[in-house]
T-cell receptor, first 114, second 114 residues
Framework: DVKVTQSSRYLVKRTGEKVFLECVQD?????MFWYRQDPGLGLRLIYF???????EKGDIPEGYSVSREKKERFSLILESASTNQTSMYLC?????????????FGPGTRLTVL | AQSVTQPDIHITVSEGASLELRCNYS??????LFWYVQSPGQGLQLLLK??????LVQGIKGFEAEFKRSQSSFNLRKPSVHWSDAAEYFC????????????FGKGTHLIIQP
C-alpha cells in the first residue's frame, strides 16, 4: 500500500521559531510537493522537488525553504515562523513520467503559530 | 498560467439524490484534470482523472466526470449520494511535462441531508 507520512498531525510553535515539517514516502517517487491549505483558498503549491537536492519554487514560496537530501524525504522549513503561516500543510509525491499520474497525499500537518 | 474555478463553496444534497459539482478550468493546451476528495481529518484521495480519450471518466465510489472542451469544464457527478460522501471536493489541473504541481480550485463543501 502506497504511503506518504508526515511527522506531526498537529504542531504549535511561537512566532520567530524555526520550524521543520517532515515528509517521507515509501514509493520510490522522484517528485515531491509541499502545499498549504487554507479555508476558502484551496491548496496552493509552496515548493516541489523532482530529484534529490533539486527544488523549484511553487506559487507561494515566500517565507519557506525546503530540503531534499534523500529521495524518500522532503522537508519544509519555516526559517522564522509568523502567525500568517498558521495553516494545514500537505505533502504529496508522484512518480516521474506522465503528468497525469496521481499525486499521493499525506494526512497533513496542522500548524499553529502563536 | 492555469487556473481552476469551483463556483459553489457549499452544496447541500439529500441522501439518495443526484449530485453535480462544477469545475471550470483555464489552460492553453490539453489539460490534465483531476478530482480529489478530502474527508474530515483525512488527506486527499484521488477520485478520477482525465488526460485524453473518452471524455466521460469513471472513478471510485461511483463518481464520474465529463470533460467538455468547448465549455472548459470538468464537472463531477454521482447518481445517488450517500451520507459518507459528505466531504470537501477539489478540482485540479496540471500542465504537461516535468514535476509540476497541480493548481487546485478552492473546493466545494458537500453536505448530505438525511
Amino acid at each position: 500500500d502506497v504511503k506518504v507520512t508526515q511527522s506531526s498531525r498537529y504542531l504549535v510553535k511561537r512566532t520567530g521559531e524555526k520550524v521543520f515539517l517532515e515528509c517521507v514516502q515509501d514509493m520510490d517517487h522522484e517528485n515531491m510537493f509541499w502545499y498549504r491549505q487554507d479555508p476558502g483558498l484551496g491548496l496552493r503549491l509552496i515548493y516541489f522537488s523532482y530529484d534529490v537536492k533539486m527544488k523549484e519554487k511553487g506559487d507561494i514560496p515566500e517565507g519557506y525553504s525546503v530540503s531534499r537530501e534523500k529521495k524518500e524525504r522532503f522537508s519544509l522549513i519555516l526559517e522564522s515562523a509568523s502567525t500568517n503561516q498558521t495553516s494545514m500543510y500537505l505533502c504529496a509525491s508522484r512518480p516521474s513520467g506522465e503528468s497525469w499520474n496521481e499525486q499521493f497525499f499525506g494526512p497533513g500537518t496542522r500548524l499553529t503559530v502563536l | 498560467a492555469q487556473s481552476v474555478t469551483q463556483p459553489d463553496i457549499h452544496i447541500t444534497v439529500s441522501e439518495g439524490a443526484s449530485l453535480e459539482l462544477r469545475c471550470n478550468y483555464s489552460y492553453g493546451a490539453t489539460p490534465y484534470l483531476f478530482w480529489y476528495v478530502q474527508s474530515p481529518g483525512q488527506g486527499l484521495q484521488l477520485l478520477l482523472k482525465y488526460f485524453s480519450g473518452d471524455t466521460l471518466v469513471q472513478g471510485i465510489k461511483g463518481f464520474e466526470a465529463e470533460f467538455k472542451r468547448s465549455q472548459s469544464s470538468f464537472n463531477l457527478r454521482k447518481p445517488s449520494v450517500h451520507w459518507s460522501d459528505a466531504a470537501e471536493y477539489f478540482c485540479a489541473v496540471g500542465a504537461g511535462g516535468g514535476a509540476d504541481g497541480l493548481t487546485f480550485g478552492k473546493g466545494t463543501h458537500l453536505i448530505i441531508q438525511p
